[in-house]
């Protein structure tokens, strides 16, 4: 009997389970009960609001200030507010990068006994997303459209699991992949912080980072389902690393199709249809529209050139449309 638990332990260790020990529906509750608890907290609030529509001054009076002063540190125009966007900044590429350490290292669910050091910064990480999360919810006009806004609903399948792993005694990837699609924040992030400020170079790293966003969060789908297989008995799992993943879904979206890596679930490959529609769409338009961003030359850039052989005028002064024209029609004798 003993040797039968201490096998048992050693497989969950390795991340080998029977289907009916799997976990996984824990972690995607957690994040649906606060996601949906969050929106009846809302809606309380409001049915409450409306039967008893007078509140008193002093407590309306916090909430407004409170309200102001979030909204001024998310604008990013205070010395604190651009502070905050880069704390923002740099917690969001360290999550990521977590996020590639543990996908790479082959993590999908597994027991552990000791917390290792990636999911102690992951879940210090997410302590101050859910702070973040709070102060967002503070600024939002209408709390109902915040629950629905992209950023939101990342934080409830993102931030909720972390935790449970804590209870429960094991680590899922799960959907830690959504956190990709903050590098769609990036551009208005460095805007804040006044490193982009031409519209060039603004448009063009909000194309760079809406194509890496869609294309990583994708990979990183299919290199959850891939290594879980299909529930309920996961049976056709394949072990596939997350650049291998990264790489098929490349090869997806620019229908080369090598054929050499490939979804085997049907999960998977439900998937790969859609992303394939959406994936083609997106690397037709945003590829050339970011090819002439680069060709385009920067006003007033590039060098000086003498070219022989060819007229021209200089004209100075206060210039307008009237002055421009009966000047050049003097100089033609017109």
């Known amino acids: 009997m003993e040797e039968e638990l201490e096998e048992l332990e050693l497989d969950c260790m390795k991340g080998e389970f029977a289907p009916e020990d799997r976990k996984y529906w824990c972690f995607l509750l957690s994040s649906l009960f606060t996601c949906f608890s969050g929106i009846f907290m809302v809606l309380i609030s409001r049915l409450i609001a409306c039967i008893l529509p007078s509140e008193e001054e002093g407590h309306s009076g916090f909430i407004n200030d409170a309200k102001e002063w979030a909204g001024e540190l998310l604008s990013g125009q205070t010395k604190a507010g651009k502070l905050l966007n880069g704390i923002v900044f740099v917690i969001s590429i360290a999550s990521q990068l977590i996020y590639f350490y543990d996908a790479q290292s082959g993590m999908v669910e597994k027991c552990i006994y000791e917390y290792p050091l990636s999911l102690q910064c992951d879940i210090f990480l997410n302590c101050l997303f859910m702070a973040y999360f709070f102060m967002r919810f503070i600024a939002s006009n209408d709390k109902m459209v915040f629950m629905f806004q992209l950023y939101t609903l990342i934080d409830f399948f993102t931030i909720p699991p972390s935790f449970v792993s804590l209870i429960l005694g094991r680590v899922w990837i799960g959907l830690r992949c959504l956190r990709l699609m903050r590098l769609n924040s990036f551009?208005?992030?460095?805007?804040?912080?006044?490193?982009?400020?031409?519209?060039?170079?603004?448009?063009?790293?909000?194309?760079?980072?809406?194509?890496?966003?869609?294309?990583?969060?994708?990979?990183?789908?299919?290199?959850?389902?891939?290594?879980?297989?299909?529930?309920?008995?996961?049976?056709?799992?394949?072990?596939?690393?997350?650049?291998?993943?990264?790489?098929?879904?490349?090869?997806?979206?620019?229908?080369?199709?090598?054929?050499?890596?490939?979804?085997?679930?049907?999960?998977?490959?439900?998937?790969?249809?859609?992303?394939?529609?959406?994936?083609?769409?997106?690397?037709?338009?945003?590829?050339?529209?970011a090819m002439i961003l680069v060709g385009t030359r920067k006003k007033f850039g590039g060098s000086y050139k003498n070219e022989r052989g060819k007229t021209f005028i200089v004209v100075s002064g206060h210039i307008t449309f009237e002055t421009v024209t009966s000047f050049l029609s003097d100089f033609h004798h017109e």
């Open 187 to 289: 551009p208005e992030i460095l805007q804040y912080l006044n490193i982009l400020e031409t519209a060039r170079s603004i448009r063009l790293l909000q194309l760079v980072a809406m194509f890496m966003s869609i294309w990583w969060t994708a990979a990183g789908f299919i290199h959850l389902i891939e290594n879980y297989g299909d529930p309920p008995v996961f049976e056709n799992k394949q072990t596939l690393s997350y650049f291998e993943c990264v790489y098929c879904m490349i090869v997806t979206m620019s229908t080369v199709g090598y054929g050499d890596i490939y979804p085997g679930t049907l999960i998977g490959r439900l998937f790969q249809i859609l992303f394939l529609v959406v994936g083609l769409a997106m690397f037709t338009t945003v590829i050339p529209e």
